[in-house]
């Protein structure tokens, strides 16, 4: 009897869950400069995937699937891979401050993105995201290093991910200057500010697989993460094999950001702010945690994409300076509150 009434109530939360997303992916197509009812959003939807000949404007039906609903799904598809993201590392690392962006990964990512891009890196043979998901290794076991030479501790890793973030970013800017046009210059200036203006349906093809599939990856090992949060030593206790453990969902996340980096650019704060968010909504539990932290991941990146082209009337915000304005008061607010406890 219980175990049914927890199989319905999962199944139940699941179909809520789902009609969430459905409804922000709805808001995400319907508002902006120029409000779309959204019953045409249904119809456009229908047309596409169904022919189901609703009579429609062919500038609202152009609006709808292939401007504003291909930025809405892979902005969830972002926010969800960078939320999931910040649940592992922040679990692994036993660290509340721990998220790509901090720890340099999202800053790795870029340089290895920005390398193949503008250098030729990898003679052809690398693509965006394969370029950045090197950079993202490469980041995060630069940090990791600087992390074990200066001790443990918030502090220890913090510090170390912020000086990773300095050099690849610096990284960034000289490839740039030195080997970019002008053209490049200004678009990937514009890109690594976070910026979903120029995503198409394409890129869906890379950003929900990769969201979907560290999703499922994370999931799978949530009864790892649960005994991490009591030190590697536990865990191992426990049966988990550590070394495996580590490596695996480190490079699922690793994946996910550069996949995210690669189509959209670097993008702060979502992967330390949303795990914070979740927790004080469904506990500590991994098994809830994940994808908890990936719905209201998704569901944030969609309205702040929405913020970004509503908010200055005529133009478009990069999609980083509105998670910026979140997150850093969010961030001041979490190290405000671990003072006060210690």
């Not at 401007?67 to 509340?96: D, F, K, M, T």
């Not at 990898?122 to 980041?139: D, N, Q, R, V």
């Not at 394409?202 to 799978?220: E, Q, T």
């Amino acid at each position: 009897m219980n175990r049914a009434l927890q199989t319905t109530g999962r199944t139940g939360a699941a179909f809520a869950a789902l009609a969430v997303l459905l409804s922000a992916l709805w808001m995400g197509a319907s508002i902006g400069e120029t409000s779309i009812p959204f019953s045409t959003v249904a119809q456009t939807v229908a047309n596409r995937l169904w022919n189901a000949g609703y009579p429609l404007e062919p500038i609202d039906e152009g609006i709808v699937w292939s401007y504003r609903l291909s930025r809405s799904v892979i902005a969830a598809s972002c926010g969800a891979a960078l939320a999931l993201s910040g649940v592992v590392l922040q679990s692994l690392l036993r660290n509340p401050l721990a998220d790509p962006y901090l720890l340099g990964i999202s800053a790795g990512a870029s340089t290895g993105a920005v390398s193949v891009a503008i250098l030729g890196v990898g003679a052809g043979y690398l693509t965006l995201p394969i370029g950045a998901f090197i950079g993202a290794i490469l980041a995060f076991a630069l940090v990791s290093v600087l992390a074990l030479k200066a001790g443990r501790g918030t502090a220890a890793i913090i510090l170390a991910g912020v000086a990773g973030s300095q050099l690849f970013n610096a990284l960034t800017s000289f490839i740039v200057t030195k080997a970019a046009t002008a053209e490049q210059a200004r678009g990937i200036m514009f890109w690594l500010l976070g910026n979903l203006s120029g995503v198409r349906w394409p890129d869906a093809w890379l950003a929900v697989p990769a969201a979907l599939l560290g999703l499922v990856v994370c999931i799978w090992h949530a009864r790892a993460l649960d005994a991490f949060t009591f030190g590697s030593e536990s865990a191992a206790s426990l049966g988990i094999s550590v070394r495996r453990t580590y490596f695996v969902l480190v490079g699922v996340s690793a994946m996910m950001t550069a996949a995210m980096v690669s189509i959209v650019g670097s993008i702060g704060f979502v992967g330390l702010v949303i795990p914070h968010a979740a927790r004080m909504l469904v506990g500590v539990r991994h098994g809830i945690l994940l994808p908890a932290s990936a719905l209201i991941g998704a569901v944030f990146m969609i309205i702040a994409d929405i913020l970004s082209r509503t908010i200055i009337t005529g133009q478009v915000l990069p999609i980083g300076v509105i998670t910026a304005l979140v997150g850093a008061p969010a961030f001041a607010l979490i190290l405000a509150q671990r003072r006060e406890r210690a």
